[in-house]
């Protein structure tokens, strides 16, 4: 009965739960504690098994250690590269801009030529078309027309103040053309009107040459001798500029001109600009010669009866024959008259007391003792 309850029992123990096998070492070591306090562990058999545990766990956190050590290697080798490729970016960026520099100064280069050929060009166009203006404009000097005339000088005049080079040319022939038409003597070309004045192609004329910038002439120089200009003088405000002539407009420019034997009576010369003018044996009785520049001029045997020289600037100025007071005689330096008149200039006491005079001007013989005159250079001084 027994045997058979418990063969019987067995299976209801098999259906249970199952008590926990446990190792045979476990079950000695719960033996040991149970009969008693543990033993002191071998320290030759300990060790090996501590050991592992102790490198088993030192090998994991070693490896997590490492980590960041790889980590960081790798960004060392990796930084070479980064910095070459930076230094690839800005050095391409530099070759792009100096390109593009290089392309801009290559721009500004050939604008530059081709500004200069484009000038070139204009400047041969301009001097092309100037002499034709130029070829025209003397043609019509001889035609039968007073206006294709009139025509001709007015385009001579544009002709020199837009191109200056031409200028010299320009005064030989207008020069030219005055005397022709003009003469003295009579029998001129141009006829003259009904007051004795010239013809209006001879007024304009002079005008021309009386109004051009002096400074252009070159070698040329304005040559009216033994003309007949009486009455003439250029028209008030046609001159008038900054720096050219007295608060009423500049008078004719005629400085060092050769007027001599000249017929200007009654000529409108107020503030002419007449120094080292050639004035020997000229006409200019009845004259207006206020303000005028006439120092260093030449007026041996000149005529300014009833002219009026009132502020005329006589400093230096020669009404007689001889060596003026400086040892030089107007022309040639020599100290000697050559061919020049040997009258003295026809003036008056009290034409001159008007004047500005000085030691330098060189009076007539017949006035040089004038108390008056001699008192008023000595104040002069």
Same mark, same amino acid.
């Given at each position: 009965?027994?045997?058979? %309850?418990?063969?019987? $029992?067995?299976? +209801? ?6 008590? /926990?096998? +446990? ?19 071998d320290a030759g058999a300990a060790e090996p098994a501590g050991g592992a545990r ?7 956190? /070693? ?7 790889? =980590?960081?290697?790798? #960004? ?15 050095? *391409?960026?530099?070759? #792009? ?16 030529? @081709? ?7 204009? $400047? ?20 039968q027309a007073d206006e294709v005339r009139l025509g001709g000088i007015f385009a ?10 031409? @200028? ?8 030219? !053309?005055?005397?022709?038409? %003009?003469?003295? /003597? ?10 004795? =004045?010239?013809?209006?192609? *001879? ?8 109004? =051009?910038?002096?400074?252009?002439? @070159?070698?040329?120089? *304005? $040559?009216?001798?033994?003309? !007949?200009?009486?009455y003439i003088g250029s028209r008030p405000g046609l001159t008038r500029a900054e720096? +050219? ?32 003018? !050639? ?7 009845? /004259? ?19 002219? $009026? ?16 007071? #400086? ?23 009290? @034409?001159?007391?008007?004047? =500005? ?25």
């Amino acid at each position: 009965m027994t045997e058979h %309850t418990a063969g019987a $029992d067995s299976p +209801r123990q098999t259906e249970g739960p199952q008590p /926990a096998v +446990r190792p045979p070492g476990e079950a000695a070591g719960a033996s040991s504690e149970a009969s008693g306090p543990p033993s002191a562990p071998d320290a030759g058999a300990a060790e090996p098994a501590g050991g592992a545990r102790t490198g088993a766990a030192a090998t994991g956190p /070693a490896r997590t250690e490492d980590a960041p050590a790889v =980590r960081t290697s790798a #960004a060392g080798a990796n930084a070479p590269r980064a910095d070459w490729s930076r230094r690839a970016e800005i050095a *391409v960026a530099v070759l #792009a801009g100096l390109a593009t520099l290089f392309s801009a100064l290559a721009a500004v280069v050939t604008l530059q030529v @081709q500004a200069r050929q484009g000038r070139s060009e204009v $400047d041969v166009t301009r001097q092309g078309q100037i002499t034709d203006r130029f070829n025209e404009a003397v043609s019509n000097l001889g035609d039968q027309a007073d206006e294709v005339r009139l025509g001709g000088i007015f385009a001579l005049r544009r002709i020199m103040e837009d191109s200056p080079r031409d @200028q010299p040319a320009i005064v030989d022939i207008l020069s030219a !053309y005055v005397r022709t038409h %003009t003469p003295a /003597a009579g029998g001129g070309k141009a006829e003259r009107d009904s007051g004795g =004045r010239p013809a209006p192609d *001879v007024r304009a004329t002079f005008e021309t040459l009386s109004q =051009r910038d002096p400074h252009q002439d @070159q070698s040329a120089r *304005v $040559d009216l001798r033994d003309t !007949y200009l009486r009455y003439i003088g250029s028209r008030p405000g046609l001159t008038r500029a900054e720096g +050219r002539g007295g608060p009423d407009g500049a008078g004719p420019r005629l400085a060092n001109a050769n007027l001599s034997g000249a017929v200007l009576s009654g000529a409108h010369l107020r503030h002419a600009r007449l120094s080292g003018t !050639y004035l020997v044996g000229t006409r200019l009785d009845g /004259a207006d010669l206020r303000q005028a520049d006439l120092h260093k001029a030449d007026l041996r045997g000149a005529e300014l009866t009833g002219a $009026d020289l009132e502020g005329a600037d006589l400093r230096g100025a020669r009404l007689r024959a001889g060596t003026d007071p #400086a040892g030089e005689d107007g022309k040639d330096g020599s100290g000697t008259d050559t061919g020049a008149p040997e009258q003295p200039a026809r003036v008056s006491v009290g @034409q001159l007391l008007r004047a =500005r005079l000085d030691s330098t001007t060189l009076l007539p013989a017949s006035l040089e003792h004038d108390s008056r005159l001699r008192k008023r250079l000595s104040r002069a001084h």
